[in-house]
């Protein structure tokens, strides 16, 4: 069984993307196979540079940088929001795949899920 | 995969009661699950769904009282539930174990409800038929 | 073999960004289920044209909408979720 | 002082159209004037012949139609919203008036409010 | 207006603490109300935001403690805050004297905050230079 | 005489349905103040190009984003609220 979930949310404002981001640990844990993919709003957790200690939260960037060492497969990131977001390929962390979002990237997917 | 008996539901909430129309759904979801003979593995609650847990909520007496309704149901029918540990004390959902580790003045977990961490969710996820998911709409 | 490839769920309506992103990532071989605030989108349907479109009846009823064909109740929803390769709740 | 409180969200499927609506109702009861405004889902709330009993909550029709007697001063319904929605202007419930709405209406009132 | 000091803010809060990023927000900009000269009339936790005023909340000890940091906020500069009483029973937020009233087994709001009702909001909006909202933004 | 009509306090992203609530109904005479995951308007900003804007600077940093000028403390945003006829948060 291979996992999706999929981070539509951008990090700080709300926390369903940390909550998405703890069931991926929590699959990789049990080593089930699980991937991420940021769209939208939620391709802004790739950004870098980010400083979230003014409003007493921690990087996410520090999180999400942990997440091939737990086991996390891949990490997708939608082509038309990295756009949006003036987020360029080669400013994206290490590992992460460009990828036109469609219904084929969905069906390679035994389950795909939001964290809320 | 057949619509015959004996397949497993595993129930994700991660909407609030009074908030989202998200438990109201699941419940009418997990009565049709158990009417068509069908198993619920687990319901789990996440994130906000963990409001549906509290023994405080006292809605006003002509609404549906879902902690109520969802315990009745869970009770009836013998079903596991278990609210996420990291969720409900970010969100002030806490029994007695956990309000005697972190030292608080009171616990607010329905007894239908577990309070346990997300492999719980990972077990049943990996062997139920089915994991269906109950977000917020709004 | 699966009636279809993936039931999508929305819960939403059509102006939320995760309504746009559903129909990006389904295809004609996918079905809607339409629940919640998302059955408002029968209200305008013209955005789903090409797509098997199912609605929640009790939630269309409680919003004053009704539907010519595809209305479900909570039982069929559960065959339906059966039905797919897979489901996602949107 | 004129308060407009904006309601956005369709009912049901969350909460925060009740608050809103509830917030109104507590101005007017203080004899402070208040009027509605429905825009985007929003509008979904002037449709006739809900029936939310499958859903174990009350009509919000219901309530509305008592904003009058309750003292709230006018419900505006935003024109383009209503188009969207496939509501016509007969179709509406008495009293309410559609409304082009830009930055001219929001001026005309002093406070501007959302419930959530 | 003018920008000079004698300035009443009334601040509502609408959005829940862990769920959104309103209640941090709205401290920052209290602290800088303060810090500017102006007064405080009243904090109104609305909709979700009074989970805030909990006082069974315990998050990972190297996170902000929303409620404690409000609390010690409010207390410091004797500013009066209060949860929506509808909205409270709603979501399981109770004091002793709710608690008594609907027999529930337990209460979970900090002393710093009181329970009321809307009546408390239209009188600090009305005596207030401006009244602020933060919601929820996700 | 106020220095702008209206203060829009926005928080959210600019696909959420309010964002584009907030343009229709703002004119060129209103100031915009991007806050929380408003200031990701700051990464595509060509859409706010004939309002004057401002974003909250620990929020803008906390997201990896910057602005040229308008990058306001929360001292500043207090300041703001009381320069405008009247202030709404979307």
Redesign the interface.
Known sequence: METLIIIDQAPYGGFSGREALDMAFSLAAFDQPVSLLFTGAGVNWLRKGQMPDEIYQKSVEKNLSAAPVFGIEKLLADETSCLRYNLDKEDLPAGVVVVDTDAKVIASFTQVLFAG | MSDAPDNTFSLVITGAPYSSQAPQTALAFAKAVVDSGHLIDRVFLYGDGVHLASTLIAPPSDELHLPHAWSEFLTEHKVPAVACIASALRRGLVNQEEQDRYELGASNVLPAFEIAGLGEWVESNVKSTRTIYFHAGS | M?DF??LH?L????????FA?CL????S??ALLL????V?AL??PERLSDRKVYA????A?????TASEGLL???D???L???A??????
């Open positions: 699966s490839h993936t769920i819960n939403k309506p059509p102006e939320h960004p995760r992103e990006g990532m389904s295809s071989d996918d629940i919640e605030n998302g408002l209200a305008s929640l009846s009790p939630d009823r409680a919003r004053g909408l109740d909570y039982t929803m559960v065959s979720t059966l039905k390769e897979r489901v996602i709740s949107w």
